[in-house]
């Protein structure tokens, strides 16, 4: 049987390998869309524009808008003259946000019992931007008021509470340093999905699925002579897109390499069942690329890559156990983040287990029925 089994990998591998498309899959397009995705794919606001309206006569005002111009957030400042420019600013997406600055803003910021205020209008339209640009333009007001309190003669009471905020695993709240482990996830789980769920029907498309079956190999034979070269060919490619993460973008692994290692093939496990099972239904290749597109999109939004899990509804968390990329990428951020203690990575790893053990059941199950 292994005598058997280890010639039907050979020939997996040659199918894989002669092919010119096959072997730029392995390696172009992850290393591609890594670099692509790293930069493109990110949660930071730059190069914003900003309106402002500064209606206030006195220096504070001017020194406040100052502050905005040599922030590198705000690139790009306008000044509107009138309030009825407000509208077509924020209608036109000429700017994000505007600033109006009252005309009492410098006189209530130098009197001891005023509270000076402003006014920040942000386009709703861009959730993310404009919850982010909301709260760079609310700590800049801030700590200008701030720095003008303690520089100032005026006696005015000092807050009891000052609160320190400190980012534990991501000092610098780097959004690279968490998505780009991420992408590892991602770009493994098209990799391992592509090439399983192809290879059963690229025999059948190319007419050398009745020659495989007049031989003396057994279904489950069938099987893991396909699985074992895909799963191989998918770690050597999300081994390249390892060493771009580490060395080309100089995001460190902090735990050890050998718990990667196995929580990557438990992970290349289940999906491979997956891309087996759906080759198992399909009589084309092009039909088993429809299938991996079907599966691939629920499957990376239900995994908390892009939203928290969190935050979905209950029914729908519930459905996310049985999805392989929610455990794989707690493991993988983890891991590179802070080092993640053995117990808990193996903690992820059983279900990822647990989920390849029904998949490849299934898929064998279902390739059986096709031979039948």
Not at 118 to 139: E, H, S
Not at 142 to 164: D, F, G, L, W
Not at 181 to 186: A, E, G, K, S, V
Not at 275 to 304: D, E, H, R, W
């Amino acid at each position: 049987m292994f005598n058997r089994i280890y010639h039907l990998m050979i020939k997996e591998f040659l199918a894989v390998l002669r092919d010119q498309k096959s072997r730029l899959l392995l390696i172009v397009p992850p290393i591609l869309q890594l670099i692509i995705f790293a930069h493109a794919m990110t949660q930071e606001v730059k190069n914003v524009t900003l309106a402002v309206l500064n209606q206030d006569c006195g220096a504070e005002g001017g020194t406040l808008v100052l502050q905005f111009q040599n922030t590198p957030t705000f690139t790009n400042v306008l000044h509107l003259q009138h309030r009825n420019e407000i509208d077509p600013t924020i209608d036109n997406q000429r700017a994000i946000a505007v600033l109006v600055i009252p005309q009492d803003f410098s006189e209530n910021l130098l009197a001891s019992d005023r509270v000076p205020d402003v006014q920040i209008l942000i386009d709703g339209r861009k959730t993310n931007a404009a919850a982010v640009v909301g709260g760079y333009m609310q700590t800049i007001v801030q700590s200008y008021a701030k720095n003008h309190v303690s520089q100032s003669s005026c006696i005015t009471p000092r807050p009891s509470v000052e609160v320190v905020t400190r980012n534990w695993f991501n000092p610098n709240l780097i959004p690279q340093e968490a998505l780009v482990p991420c992408l590892i996830c991602i770009l493994a789980t098209v990799v391992g999905l592509l090439l399983s769920a192809l290879s059963i029907a690229r025999e059948r498309e190319m007419g050398t699925f009745e020659q495989l079956l007049v031989t003396p190999f057994s279904s489950l034979e069938i099987l893991i002579g396909k699985a074992v070269p895909a799963m191989v060919m998918a770690t050597f490619s999300a081994g390249l897109v390892m060493s771009v993460v580490i060395f080309g973008f100089g995001i460190m692994l902090k735990g050890p390499f050998l718990l990667l290692l196995l929580s990557l093939e438990s992970f290349l496990l289940a999906i491979i069942g997956i891309g087996l099972f759906i080759s198992s239904l399909s009589m084309t290749q092009q039909q088993a690329v429809l299938g991996c597109f079907l599966v691939m999109p629920p499957m990376i939004m239900l995994s908390g890559f892009a939203t928290p899990i969190e935050n979905m509804p209950n029914w729908l968390q519930t459905l996310t156990i049985v999805d392989p990329i929610r455990w794989f990428i707690v493991i993988i951020k983890g891991l590179f983040l802070r080092g993640m203690s053995t117990p808990v990575v193996l903690a992820n790893m059983l279900p990822l287990l647990a989920i390849a053990a029904c998949t490849l059941s299934a898929a064998v199950l279902m390739f059986k029925r096709r031979m039948e």
